[in-house]
């Protein structure tokens, strides 16, 4: 094992730092806190030196790290992403030094909760440099008082009366019961708090929006959100985006409920991810890496998945960043650049040329999809296609009126690739009818790029079919959302029918109101009978006002 002696050791005497080294050689007995010896030694040297002397003990009481700090606090060292110990903790309890006569201090507290760490311990050092009184507090589980931690009294130092091994076991055994999935590493993956800030301009009504739209990408994608952490402020942060403050009671109660993943509804810059992800051990994740997951999840065809892994590694290229670049020189030799090529580099360089060897491939499925609409063009049959916010019922209408059984499911984004049924008229006329992606506020850059291809299905349309979900409050924003990325593709003149969708889920005359408001043909793609008007108003809008001839 290596041991080391970490922090603030400048200005110490080699005899200083010699002494330190020694506490390694010294164990404590596993039903100890501390030892009496071990606290009278580290009060011996904070007295000698004027220092916080602190040490770092694992569950077998042998000493794992002597960190030395100034006279008000100690930085702990990185003792890594292992745990030590089953459940969440780390199998590492502090002890530690305090000059005065004071109680744990947040840093104290803080560093037990992000650290995961069994206890913290404090010794304090009386006038005559003698162990005085020892302060402990150890985490607690999720609880109706919302605390994250329980400090114990202080206890005389030379009669702490608390066995470390069956303490332990009462707490693993209380996190067990509180939260049982808490455990498990593969549960614990799917178990994330969300993080929403309100800016200036965001209402609380857009907030709530955002959140709940938040909540059902995390259900989409498989993911348990635990809870939500909200914040106003005037602007982001630039490095944290809520604050070091706020970030700090963020990893906190993420730690509380047993979460490894924290999920912002901002999209983080690069800048942000690396400060936010060097602050702690948890999973971050912004918005648009979930809406990437939730793609790379439904992504089926060929075309799709290398669409999806294209717009991940184009979001992912600037945001790779290595943690630990102790060992990162990994690749020297022939073919290195210079005496070696970073792991870091190595991965951008590979990220690079999967990023020109899938637009490659892109091109060429883009160029069967153009002949094929060519084709069908050729055939002079009108293409009507259906879009909308993602969510919003359009595969359920392609089926209901085409009478297939393309996926419809109540998730998000449950349709990725374009998919085309025929529908007849009277007078033997008929169309084709497509299905595309769904839009969302801020669809992801990266996503309308790569599937600006599939999307460029719209240019050749005759008439768009705009699905609204009415039983939305927030349908007015996802309208604009859908008319904000038409715009972007160019097609905000495209001929267009409104559709106001889930009609059924509306009380009174809130379907006639909503409707007539914003000229909208009121449906509900589970009620065939409901569609006539529906495919009234397309005969009429293609061959009646003159835009095909019959």
Known sequence: MNHQVTGHV?????????????????????????SGELATFLCDISRDIGRQVGVLINRRGSIEHVMVGDATRLMLPDVGRLRG???????????????????????DLTDLTLLRLDLVCAI?????????????????PDNPAGKLWEELPAAPAHAVGIDFRRLMAGIEAEFSRSAPRAVST????????????????????????RIAELRELCRTAGVMALDVVTQRRPTLDPKYVVGRGKLEQVLLRAM??????????????PGQARAISDFTELAIIDRTMLILAI????????????????????????????????????????????????????????????????????????????????????REVPVVSIVGYTNAGKSTLLNALTGSDAVAEDKLFATLDPVSRRLRFPEEREVVLTDTVGFIRDLPPDLVTAFRATLEELSDA???????????????????????VLSDLDLADKPRLLALNKIDRLTGNDAERRATSLSAVPVSALDRKSLRPLCAAIEQALWKEGRLTA
């Open 10 to 34: 400048k200005g110490l005497k080699p005899s200083q730092i010699k002494t330190l080294e020694r506490a390694f050689r010294r164990r404590v007995g596993p039903d100890e806190v501390v």
């Open 85 to 107: 110990a089953p459940g969440r903790f780390r199998g590492l309890r502090l002890v530690h030094t305090h000059l005065r006569d004071e109680p744990l201090s947040r840093d």
């Open 124 to 140: 304090t050092i009386d006038g005559g440099g003698r162990p005085k009184h020892v302060f402990i507090g150890h985490l607690l």
């Open 186 to 209: 593969e549960s614990a993956r799917d178990r994330a708090l969300l993080v929403h800030v309100a800016t200036s301009g965001i209402d609380h009504a857009e907030s709530e929006a």
């Open 256 to 269: 509380q409920l047993g979460a490894e993943t924290v999920i912002f509804d901002q999209d983080l810059s």
């Open 295 to 378: 793609f790379a999840r439904h992504a089926k065809s060929a075309g799709g998945k290398l669409q999806v892994e294209l717009a991940q590694l184009k979001y992912t290229l600037p945001r790779l960043v290595e943690k630990n670049t102790m060992m990162s020189r990994l690749a020297g030799g022939i073919g290195g650049r210079g005496p070696g090529e970073t792991k870091l580099e190595l991965s951008r360089r590979r990220a690079r040329e999967r990023i020109q060897l899938l637009e490659k491939k892109l091109a060429s499925v883009d160029a069967t999809r153009r002949l094929r609409r060519q084709r069908r063009g050729n």
């Open 462 to 484: 005759d008439l768009l079919i705009h699905v609204i979900d009415g039983s939305d409050d927030s349908y007015e924003s996802h309208i604009g959302a859908v008319d904000g």
